[in-house]
Every structure is written in structure tokens, then in C-alpha cells.
């Protein structure tokens, strides 16, 4: 079954989420308007700057448009800063602009200075393999809504969690070379 999947493409590394969707055979569009998201199963919005892709994308409309379409069925994918600009509170930054379609609450940076950046595995619930986990300047969603699945944790805090149609990561899947959570997103836009 066809379908396009796009990418927002305002700040971040978004060129290696398409590079993604082209190893799996899927038509990507970039998104830096309101107009591109029209006839999208899903969205994914990449790492990068979470301050910074939430000021462009209020600026360009598209955060309006976004929440729009996220409750008419639009399914999401945010990684690292993209997860962050998805949920609903971002701990210490109460005036970032955000989604918050995704009732979490997320703290940036989480890992502290000493522990920027670092690789490791974690176990994805139905994932029948580990997930090699590249966490750069990582994010932790500390509070986790009802309504919210926990797919993965590292240290016992959710990493990769679940809210009907959105999908958030504090890690960066588009790294590895690993499609199976681009997969997992197809799946989860209809694809
Ligand atoms: N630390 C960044 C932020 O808070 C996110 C880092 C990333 O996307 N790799 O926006």
C-alpha cells in the first residue's frame, strides 16, 4: 500500500530520516509549510534544536497545522528534539513552543554534561533484538500520562513511549542504520 511520509524539515537532522524512508521503499516529502502536510499518513520530526524547530515552526504555521492534523489521524514520529516539541509540558522551559499533543512531561538535556553523548542497547517491547540507543544531549520524559504505552526504558525511565498515534523517542533510530523503528512507524501510520 502507497503513502507518503513526511519529514519536517525546518532545523535537525531530517535529510538522514528521508535517507530512512528511502531504504524502506517510502515516498518522503520534507515539510517546512502547512501545504506540504497534505496527504500525509505520517510525520516524523527529527533531532536537532527542540527551542529552535518550536520557534519555526510557530512562525511558519505549522504548528497549528500539525496539531491539526495529529487529531484527524495523522500519526507522528519525534526523535530527540522532535519528542520534545511533541510533548505536552517541557520541565523548566514552560514558554517553548510545543506540540503537546503527547501528555508527557520532558526534561531536556537529561543526562548531564559528563554523559553527553553515549550508544546503548536497549530492549523494545516486541522487538524480538536489542536497539542500539544513540542518545546525543538526550531528553527523559519523567512524568508519563495514563494514556501513555512505556515501549522502552534505560535505567528505569521511559526512553520510547507511545500515545495512540504518536510515537516519541529521546534517542536518534535515524543513526544507526537499524530501520525497525521506521518500520514500526510505518506500521503505526497505515502503511
Ligand atoms: N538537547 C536538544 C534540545 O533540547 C536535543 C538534542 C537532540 O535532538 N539530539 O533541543
Same mark, same amino acid.
Given at each position: 500500500m502507497g503513502g507518503v511520509i513526511g519529514v519536517l #524539515? *525546518?532545523? %535537525?537532522?531530517f535529510r538522514e530520516h528521508k535517507e530512512a524512508l528511502r531504504r524502506l521503499g517510502v515516498e518522503a516529502r520534507e515539510v !517546512? !509549510?502547512?501545504?506540504? *502536510?497534505? %496527504? *500525509?499518513k505520517g510525520l516524523i520530526v527529527p533531532g536537532g534544536e527542540s527551542t529552535t524547530i518550536g520557534k519555526l515552526a510557530r512562525e511558519y504555521g505549522l504548528e497549528e497545522a500539525v496539531r491539526k492534523g495529529v487529531e484527524e489521524g495523522l500519526a507522528v514520529f519525534g526523535t530527540c528534539a522532535g519528542a520534545i516539541w511533541l510533548a505536552r509540558e517541557i520541565l523548566g522551559y514552560p514558554d517553548q513552543p510545543r506540540l503537546g499533543v503527547l501528555d508527557v512531561a520532558v526534561e531536556r538535556? #537529561?543526562? %548531564?554534561?559528563?554523559?553527553?553523548s553515549f550508544r546503548e542497547d536497549i530492549q523494545i517491547r516486541g522487538f524480538p533484538e536489542p536497539f542500539s540507543g544513540v542518545f546525543i544531549r538526550a531528553p527523559l520524559f519523567r512524568r508519563v500520562g495514563e494514556g501513555v504505552e512505556v515501549l522502552a526504558e534505560l535505567g528505569g525511565l521511559p526512553v520510547l513511549v507511545r500515545q495512540g498515534k504518536v510515537l516519541a523517542a529521546s534517542f536518534h533510530p535515524e543513526l544507526t542504520g537499524n530501520l525497525r523503528l521506521h518500520q514500526y512507524f510505518l506500521e503505526l501510520s497505515g502503511l
Open positions: #524539515a *525546518l532545523q %535537525g537532522d !517546512r !509549510r502547512p501545504e506540504h *502536510l497534505k %496527504g *500525509l538535556n #537529561a543526562f %548531564g554534561r559528563q554523559v553527553e
